[in-house]
């Protein structure tokens, strides 16, 4: 099994194998846990990686990956379920934007799935310049079709109350959270005769409607970029802080409304019960005395 790898005059597309990480551990099952110094890619592909970056010369680096690279939904969705990300590995993810950083690799966009839904991504504090993944999961695989009531309405709660902390938020979304629950798929449209070059990023319904999108310029995402004279003297960095690094009262506001809503819930209909009770007494009383008299 090899990495995948394909060039264009200008742009170069990288596939990543989490797998191949996987198999030098055995299982997928047997991974160290969150914030562990547990491997993603093995040490080959490593190697490999950092191989391409330093012998390319292409303006665009599309790097894929099976699972999100930037998102970490898994550290706000706890205790009830997780989702597999390079966030549940953070050491390797540092090392990823180290190898990027040190092969002064520029144009990096990363591509993802798994999660069953589309969202974009974007981190700031990675590289010196915006990271964004964009994530698109399979066409047969849709987050608010393949759960039925009431667990969609649940799912639609987590996109509401959720810190968003890295996703991108703009007029092009056509739901409120920025977060496409149904069949979808991605694409780049790179315009080479714009100056400056712009790729416009979207992710589409099955129909090849656009529900989320983001047009970035190329010259934004050049090493160095944020330290530069064109950014310096206003505010660009919106995207720094990890889900992981949220207080705690905010990283577990799906918990949190979740057992609060069902506290409320519980205590609502015990109420309701007792107050039934108090009426069926009353009238059992009243009955009771009515026939002594």
Not at 54 to 70: R, W
């Amino acid at each position: 099994m090899k990495p995948l790898i394909a060039k264009g005059e200008n742009n170069k597309v990288s596939m990543l194998h989490t797998l191949m990480g996987q198999l030098e551990r055995k299982s997928r099952y047997h991974r160290d846990p969150l914030r562990s110094d547990g491997t993603m890619l093995g040490e080959t592909q490593w190697r490999w990686f950092e191989h391409e970056l330093q012998n390319s010369d292409a303006q665009i680096h599309i790097i894929g990956s099976s699972i999100q690279v930037v998102s970490n939904f898994s550290a706000m969705s706890q205790p009830f379920f997780s989702m597999e990300s390079w966030g549940m590995f953070p050491s390797e993810r540092s090392r990823l934007y180290a190898v990027l950083r040190d092969t002064n690799t520029s144009g990096v966009l990363f591509i993802s799935g798994d999660v069953h839904f589309g969202e974009i991504s974007r981190f700031d504090c990675g590289l010196t310049y915006p990271v964004y993944d964009i994530t698109s999961s399979g066409l047969t695989e849709a987050v608010e079709e393949k759960y039925a009531f009431p667990f969609s309405i649940a799912l639609a709660l987590g996109g509401w109350v959720l810190p968003q902390t890295m996703r991108v938020h703009n007029s092009r979304c056509t739901t409120n959270t920025c977060v496409y629950g149904h069949a979808n798929f991605g694409t780049f449209e790179i315009d080479w005769d714009a100056n400056p070059v712009i790729i416009d990023a979207n992710v589409r319904d099955i129909h090849g409607n656009p529900v989320l999108g983001e047009t970035i310029k190329l010259s934004e995402l050049q090493p160095g970029y944020f330290k530069s004279q064109a950014v310096r003297g206003r505010h660009v960095k919106r995207h720094c802080t990890l889900e992981s690094e949220l207080p705690w009262y905010r990283k577990y506001i799906l918990a949190i409304t979740f057992i609060g809503t069902l506290t409320v819930s519980v205590g609502t209909l015990l109420m309701l019960l007792v107050l039934i009770a108090v009426r069926l007494t009353r009238r059992t009383v009243r009955s009771l005395t009515f026939k002594e008299d």
